[in-house]
């Protein structure tokens, strides 16, 4: 798969070459039904692909095959940006770890690395294992701790990569553990029970405009389907976390979020804490579709890894959904009562007794306040016009109490208005001021901007 590398690899292929071709009756694997389309690996030697190279991709492969790292210490340049592109344009994919490790220790942790960095929506994970670094203890004892570190990390398939006469050499007992076998021989077919067969390095992909290696997958085996199913699944099934925040808006930060968007880590310490969010931006990566800039952090977070909450008040909201009324604020006894999509809810905003969520606390009981269930019902900000336009009747106040005696005229449906200003009151709700210097309501059943 290295291209460093490949030259040591036809080498061996070359030397047990003229054996196999009188050895064919060692039990040679049939290779009676393989699939048609492409199975190539890649690596960042096929650079960055674009979104125009993977689209067209997808028509010429069965899956990819990936390349996530050469061992612990290199991450591949383009995998994170490739990966995102296969999820992106619906092509199956597998990624895989070129082995540096030098101990069972040190291949333990070479595959979290692995799994850390990976790309979850990924069917299953391979270990290229074509050069020995072992110094300490045995080949097969570092194998075979790699694939039972992983095996504890994911339940997807795991997969063996090596050519014939060094997987039979450095491998032969630790190779039989895993789901399958990947085997490379560029001279003939494989004389080992292999699932897959890397028969080329010289494959051109009209989609790249370049040759890469292919493999042929032997479907009396395992079916395309065992190597695609799951990211089948996944791509059409992915359940996306609530991407719709806005700038200003709250969130808290969960505990399990381990990662920023750009795949650093996340202190502990930083996490389980309400943040504001300062910019936001569209993107799809793991199950979100948005990322939020906080900036007392300095980073982007992904919208799957926080709950967004109002925070602070805001006098009424209009409920997107449906939402059951509680008697307490910690929403475990429902009171039989609920609101439905499209009720304006007046409320003071509370924090829950566990201090990770606010509510809503009205004159019937509580409501979780979690954005995407509201939004405020209140206009809260000026727009670049400062002009807004009445839905309905509405009064002119001379003073922001809205008292009745302080009405100074009606305006009727349909009149637009220039603003100056928004302002707030205690309750949370607000009120536009007007630039003859009276005052309108600022709620949205009765005026757009």
């Excluded at 300095?298 to 805001?314: E, N």
């Amino acid at each position: 798969m290295s291209n460093k590398h490949r030259w040591a690899k036809r080498l061996a292929q070359l030397v047990v070459a003229a054996s196999a071709m009188i050895g064919i009756a060692w039990g040679e694997q049939a290779v009676a039904s393989t699939s048609t389309l492409a199975i190539p690996d890649i690596s960042e030697w096929q650079g960055k692909l674009t979104a125009s190279q993977v689209s067209n991709l997808k028509s010429q492969v069965s899956f990819v095959i990936n390349r996530r790292q050469y061992g612990s210490a290199y991450q591949d340049l383009y995998a994170a940006n490739n990966t995102a592109l296969y999820v992106k344009y619906g092509i199956p994919f597998g990624e895989y770890d070129y082995a540096r490790f030098t101990s069972a220790a040190s291949a333990r942790q070479e595959a979290k690395d692995f799994y850390n960095r990976s790309n979850k929506n990924a069917s299953f994970y391979a270990l290229d294992f074509e050069e020995n670094d072992v110094t300490s203890g045995t080949t097969n004892a570092a194998v075979k701790a790699w694939y039972d570190e992983m095996r504890s990390l994911t339940s997807k398939n795991l997969v063996f990569y090596s050519y014939q006469s060094f997987a039979t050499s450095y491998a032969n007992t630790a190779r039989q553990n895993f789901d399958a076998q990947w085997i490379a021989n560029y001279s003939y077919t494989p004389t080992i029970s292999f699932a897959l067969w890397q028969y080329t390095d010289h494959n051109y992909l009209s989609a790249l405009s370049e040759y890469t290696d292919n493999s042929k997958a032997v479907t009396s085996v395992h079916p395309i389907s065992w190597w695609t199913d799951s990211v089948a699944t996944a791509l059409s099934s992915v359940t996306y976390a609530y991407s719709g925040y806005k700038v200003g808006q709250h969130i808290y930060l969960h505990n399990n979020a381990s990662k920023y968007a750009d795949g650093t880590k996340i202190a502990k310490s930083d996490r389980q804490k309400f943040y504001r969010i300062s910019k936001v931006k569209n993107l799809t990566q793991s199950r979100s579709k948005q990322a939020l800039y906080i900036s007392d952090l300095g980073k982007w977070v992904l919208s799957q890894d926080g709950t967004g909450y109002f925070v602070g008040q805001h006098g009424s909201y209009t409920l997107k959904h449906k939402l059951n009324l509680y008697s307490d604020s910690s929403l475990t006894k429902k009171t039989g009562s609920y609101y439905v999509s499209g009720d304006t809810v007046a409320g003071k905003l509370v924090k829950a007794p566990s201090g990770k969520s606010y509510r809503v606390k009205t004159s019937l009981g509580y409501l979780s306040a979690n954005v995407k269930f509201m939004t405020p019902a209140y206009y809260e900000s000026l727009s670049s016009t400062k002009t807004i336009k009445t839905k309905k009747k509405v009064y002119e106040y001379k003073k922001s109490s809205f008292a009745k005696s302080s009405r100074s005229k009606a305006v009727t449906k349909g009149t637009k208005l220039k603003v100056t200003a928004v302002k707030k009151r205690s309750t949370g709700s607000r009120y536009f001021v007007l630039s003859n210097g009276k005052y309108v309501t600022a709620l949205k059943s009765y005026v757009t901007e």
